[in-house]
């Protein structure tokens, strides 16, 4: 009943709008639900219109808020023009409000006044980056209240109004700065960190800088295309570039979106991102704050690894010429992550744990559906004995799992072929025993992405929750080894070999 009233209300106010008579101008009105302009060139005119405006709102009940409303007179002499600050429109019910060169109105959430709508919202914004930050809130939730609220707030105001790209580039900056706080990243690393999508690799926070122009020409374009004579006069001087990044024009977000992953994918840190973009499921960890159980100390140092920003002799040689650029335990070994995460014999013991570990979850998730899960079980083949990592049976159906967690710079897909040809034997040992025999391998290298037939192989089996699960949690084993490899003081090549 009420939402009958309120249609009716509107289309009577329609009515009322369109049969105000043109004066001194083509457009004499614009109207969105209640908010109404009046537009005309002289005063008389705009007390004429406003006096049949208010009688025909008088017919169907309603009044104007005098104190809501408000004037802005502007007058041109010699070239230039000048803002009236004088009442234009009073009566024995009040005065309307007389806007300064100074003031603003806000119409649609954007102030506007008689400069435009220059309104730049830094001051909420950093007002709004504040509040999160004294909130008693984990990092993933903060990002999460930056990419779903503020941003998206901000974004209306900003493409309405005038903003230049110097004002939308220091907003970015206040983004990226507030988040680095967040994150505890002390060092520069490259922007498409924090606005590539997370399925690139990225932290998936939205630039303004670029995705406010895509928006404007957008809604130009929208604009332009309506048959109707009246937005013809709003859009007569309306021109529509496309906004250009790096030379290039881009027309969607898919544009700006493949810019920042180029740009996260060619630098030094990013580049070991590049596998991420064939698993997109994995990251849900980065976009959501779904894993409740991943802390804030751990979300922080997981993005930390995955964004190679721990402060390895490669990375501090960088910043000054005194750190060493090989690793202090090998002999012509670079200094890097990688190396300690992958190869380093000080972290043997700590890569078999991580190791582990994926084979537990995995293990454990297989359990939890039923299956028998039997832990390098030994299996005579024609090639010889073989043993991998987990043999997981139900009934007549049997998956043979090998368990690797790979470099960075090589495909996991191609991780995951050699595993499956070096295993291949072993299910024609099984065919006797079993009808149904599947070979697979769980594929995931150290920056957290999943090989893709891995995740076609045990789509089934695991949630994406679950794949994004195992992404961090070898992140947080990856934590682990590097925490590990800086305690140990003594270098045991004898435990490498164990
Ligand atoms: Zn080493």
Same mark, same amino acid.
């Given at each position: 009943m009420q939402e009958f009233n309120c249609d009716q209300q509107l289309s009577e106010l329609t009515q009322v709008v369109t049969s105000l008579a043109p004066i001194g101008a083509n457009l004499t009105f614009m109207a969105y639900a209640d908010d109404i302009i009046l537009f005309s060139k002289t005063e008389s005119g705009l007390k004429h219109n406003f006096k049949i405006l208010e009688d025909q709102l008088a017919l169907c009940g309603l009044n104007i808020n005098y104190r809501k409303s408000a004037t802005l007179g502007i007058t041109s002499k010699r070239k230039k023009w000048v803002c009236n600050p004088k009442p234009i429109l009073k009566n024995d019910q009040g005065t309307i409000t007389a806007l300064t060169i100074n003031d603003t109105y806000k119409y649609l959430g954007?102030?506007?006044?008689?400069?435009?709508?220059?309104?730049?919202?830094?001051?909420?914004?950093?007002?709004?980056?504040?509040?999160? #930050?004294?909130?008693?809130?984990?990092? *993933?939730?903060?990002?999460?209240?930056?990419?779903?609220?503020?941003?998206?707030?901000?974004?209306? *105001?900003?493409?309405?109004? #005038?903003? %230049?790209?110097?004002?939308?580039?220091?907003?970015?900056?206040?983004?990226?700065?507030?988040?680095?706080?967040?994150?505890? =990243?002390?060092?520069?690393?490259?922007?498409? =960190?924090?606005?590539?999508?997370?399925?690139?690799?990225?932290?998936?926070? *939205?630039?303004?800088?670029?995705?406010?122009?895509?928006?404007?020409?957008?809604?130009?374009?929208?604009?332009? %295309?309506?048959?109707?004579?009246?937005?013809?006069?709003?859009?007569?001087?309306?021109? #529509?570039?496309?906004?250009?990044?790096?030379?290039?024009?881009?027309?969607?977000?898919?544009?700006?979106?493949?810019?920042?992953?180029?740009?996260?994918?060619?630098?030094?840190?990013?580049?070991?991102?590049?596998?991420?973009?064939?698993?997109?499921?994995?990251?849900?960890?980065?976009?959501?704050?779904?894993?409740?159980?991943?802390?804030?100390?751990?979300?922080?140092?997981?993005?930390?690894?995955?964004?190679?920003?721990?402060?390895?002799?490669?990375?501090?040689?960088?910043?000054?010429?005194?750190?060493?650029?090989?690793?202090?335990?090998?002999?012509?070994?670079?200094?890097?992550?990688?190396?300690?995460?992958?190869?380093?014999?000080?972290?043997?013991?700590?890569?078999?744990?991580?190791?582990?570990? =994926?084979?537990?979850?995995?293990?454990?998730?297989?359990?939890?559906?039923?299956?028998?899960?039997?832990?390098?079980?030994?299996?005579?083949?024609?090639?010889?004995?073989?043993?991998?990592?987990l043999l997981a049976s139900i009934g007549e159906c049997a998956y043979i799992i090998d368990i690797a967690i790979c470099s960075d710079g090589i495909d996991p897909d191609k991780v995951y072929l050699d595993k499956i040809t070096k295993y291949g034997p072993v299910a024609d040992a099984l065919v006797d025993t079993y009808s149904d025999i599947k070979l697979s391998a769980f594929v995931v290298n150290w920056r957290g992405a999943i090989a893709k037939r891995t995740l076609k192989d045990f789509e089934p089996l695991v949630t994406s929750k679950g794949f994004s699960t195992v992404s961090v949690r070898t992140l947080q084993y990856g934590n682990y080894i590097w925490d590990m490899w800086n305690r140990s003081t003594v270098v045991s090549f004898a435990e490498a070999e164990m």
């Open positions: 954007v102030k506007i006044g008689a400069l435009g709508a220059i309104h730049t919202p830094k001051e909420d914004y950093i007002k709004a980056m504040e509040n999160i #930050t004294k909130a008693p809130l984990k990092p *993933q939730q903060r990002l999460k209240i930056l990419r779903e609220h503020l941003i998206p707030k901000l974004l209306h *105001q900003l493409v309405i109004s #005038t903003v %230049g790209s110097g004002s939308l580039k220091h907003l970015d900056a206040l983004t990226r700065s507030y988040t680095k706080k967040w994150l505890k =990243i002390k060092i520069n690393c490259s922007k498409a =960190i924090f606005h590539a999508t997370a399925d690139d690799g990225g932290l998936n926070i *939205q630039s303004f800088l670029y995705l406010v122009p895509l928006l404007r020409y957008g809604r130009n374009c929208k604009l332009l %295309g309506y048959d109707d004579p009246l937005t013809h006069i709003v859009t007569e001087n309306v021109t #529509t570039p496309a906004p250009v990044i790096a030379g290039t024009p881009v027309t969607t977000k898919g544009d700006v979106r493949e810019h920042f992953g180029k740009l996260l994918h060619s630098s030094v840190d990013g580049k070991g991102l590049l596998y991420h973009t064939t698993c997109p499921k994995v990251h849900q960890w980065v976009r959501t704050a779904h894993h409740k159980w991943l802390t804030g100390r751990d979300f922080i140092r997981a993005v930390h690894l995955r964004h190679n920003l721990l402060p390895s002799g490669m990375m501090l040689s960088r910043l000054s010429s005194a750190h060493s650029k090989s690793c202090p335990v090998c002999v012509n070994a670079p200094y890097t992550v990688a190396h300690i995460l992958q190869q380093c014999p000080r972290s043997h013991g700590a890569r078999i744990k991580r190791h582990n570990a =994926i084979c537990k979850y995995v293990a454990e998730t297989m359990t939890k559906l039923g299956f028998k899960v039997e832990w390098e079980p030994m299996l005579r083949t024609t090639e010889g004995p073989l043993k991998p990592d």
